[in-house]
């Protein structure tokens, strides 16, 4: 059992240093931190949605944006799409679950916003549906993927692809990425000096 953790942990790391080396990733994250700070500074806002761990993620990643993530500071406008259970069972009792996310993105999306889908295979179906209403409303699209990208790659105005085929590592990769994202779109909205400011550890 000791060799399994061993095993599971370089694992992790492995792929973690794969994003760690990738300058794609890198470019791309800087980009998203000033095009999503761009959007709320001008009364636009984030919405983000995946399912199981990845749903998890969109509810973690829009408290770091609504609460705080180290610093203290203005709530940033972000929406998770994962966390209404009267709509998510509505519109997937009277239509189909393919259509639980594509539906909120229709009530509240809005040109200029930017919506975050997060799926680990890139081949959600709810996920390619929203997406690609989200464009035709003049949505700017984010995909945080592995597997290559999968479906979801050309619905996608700015892909985060991490470089593995397996679940749990992306989901891990994710969420190192997922913190880093709101960590730049603090600094890009508030000054480059805002990590200088006391950091909080939350409870």
């Known amino acids: 059992m000791k060799d399994l953790v061993r095993r599971q942990l370089a694992q992790s790391i492995a792929t973690l240093q794969a ?60 929406i998770a799409l994962t966390t209404d259970t009267s709509i998510l069972t509505a519109v997937g009792n009277d239509y189909s679950f393919e259509h639980v996310i594509e539906r909120q993105v229709e009530a509240l999306g809005q040109p200029g916003d930017v919506f975050l889908a997060i799926s680990t ?11 690609t209403l989200a464009r035709k409303l003049g949505i700017t ?7 290559g990208g999968g479906r979801m790659k050309p619905l996608c ?19 190192a990425l997922e913190h880093i994202f709101c960590m730049t779109v603090e600094r890009f909205t508030f000054g480059m000096d805002f990590d200088k400011q006391p950091q909080v550890l939350s409870e």
């Open 19 to 78: 994003v760690h080396d990738s300058q794609e990733i890198h470019d791309t994250i800087v980009t998203i931190g000033q095009l999503t700070a761009d959007a709320m500074k001008s009364g636009h806002k984030l919405l983000v949605a995946g399912n199981g761990g990845s749903a998890a993620d969109a509810q973690h990643l829009v408290a770091e944006f609504v609460a705080r993530l180290t610093v203290d500071r203005p709530a940033l406008r972000a």
């Open 121 to 131: 295979s890139g081949n959600s179906k709810n996920l390619i549906r929203a997406l």
């Open 141 to 147: 699209t984010i995909g945080f993927t592995g597997n």
């Open 157 to 175: 105005d700015h892909n985060v692809i991490v470089p593995s085929s397996v679940t749990m590592n992306i989901q891990e990769s994710h969420l």
